[in-house]
């Protein structure tokens, strides 16, 4: 099952700029989907639009079987994580993980598992209690994921969730992206410039270059085939 289509997206700024220039891409059902390339190259462009936050110019977009293109931010399924986090300063690290599920009115005793789940996948447990202000910035990054992937979404898109970190935390930081990803299996769209990044994360890896795909395969077969 395809659960997210891209049929030859357009993204024309009001400057008249093309940032994203007929871009196919059929994601699967539960892939992790990592769009890479060079700064400027439309990765951001390309993933706002799966999100809602940018107005699509050309070209359809679905998810699910449904045609998104007009549909708000807030009438899609998507979750979105982004460079920098914004956490709630005064709700503690279980409320903030779980306020998606309270929102939706999901049961106390559902949320409690369902945020325990994650919170040790993230290695949280330890930290529920506290209040963002006594995190690191590595923690409050994960307490973000687990904010956004926590309801399931049908999409969790990511830019760049890992520039602001060191280079230790980020392979950390990697590891417990791929067993989230692998415990839940959400259907999720990555933005990086990085390519190690790219290549340990993705189930498939997409290059773009000026707004145009120019390769999308396994991480392996474009090792093999740069
Ligand atoms: P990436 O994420 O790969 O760095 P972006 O999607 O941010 O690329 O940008 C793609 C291109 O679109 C760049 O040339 C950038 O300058 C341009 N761009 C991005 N946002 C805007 C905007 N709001 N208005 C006009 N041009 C933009
Ligand atoms: P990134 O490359 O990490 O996506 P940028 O620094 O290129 O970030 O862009 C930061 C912000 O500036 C984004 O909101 C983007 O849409 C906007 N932006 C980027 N390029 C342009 C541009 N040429 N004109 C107007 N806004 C832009």
Redesign the pocket.
């Known amino acids: 099952m395809t659960a997210i289509t891209l049929n030859r997206l357009d993204k024309t700024?009001?400057?008249g700029?093309k940032?994203?220039d007929s871009l196919s891409l059929d994601i699967e059902d539960g892939e992790f989907m990592v769009l890479v390339?060079?700064?400027?190259?439309?990765?951001?462009?390309?993933l706002?639009m799966v999100a809602g936050l940018e107005e699509i110019t050309g070209g359809e977009l679905r998810i699910g079987d449904r045609l998104m293109n007009r549909t708000p931010a807030r009438d899609r399924d998507v979750a979105m994580v982004f460079q920098s986090y914004a956490l709630y300063p005064h709700l503690s690290v279980r409320q903030n993980i779980g306020f998606g599920l309270t929102l939706r009115k999901v049961a106390k005793s559902e949320i409690r598992k369902r945020v325990d789940e994650v919170a040790e996948i993230l290695g949280l447990q330890d930290y529920l209690e506290r209040k963002p202000r006594n995190l690191s910035g590595g923690q409050r990054q994960r307490v973000a994921m687990g904010r956004a992937i926590v309801r399931e979404p049908q999409a969790f898109l990511m830019d760049e969730p890992l520039s602001n970190l060191d280079a230790k935390l980020r392979v950390s930081m990697r590891a417990s992206l791929s067993q989230l990803h692998e415990r839940l299996g959400v259907t999720t769209v990555y933005?990086t410039?990085d390519q190690v990044e790219a290549m340990t994360l993705g189930d498939r890896v997409c290059v773009?270059r000026e707004?145009k795909l120019q390769q999308v395969d396994t991480p392996q077969s474009l090792f093999d085939n740069p």
């Open positions: 700024y009001p400057a700029n940032a994203v390339g060079p700064s400027g190259c439309g990765k951001s462009t390309a706002r933005v410039h773009l707004g």
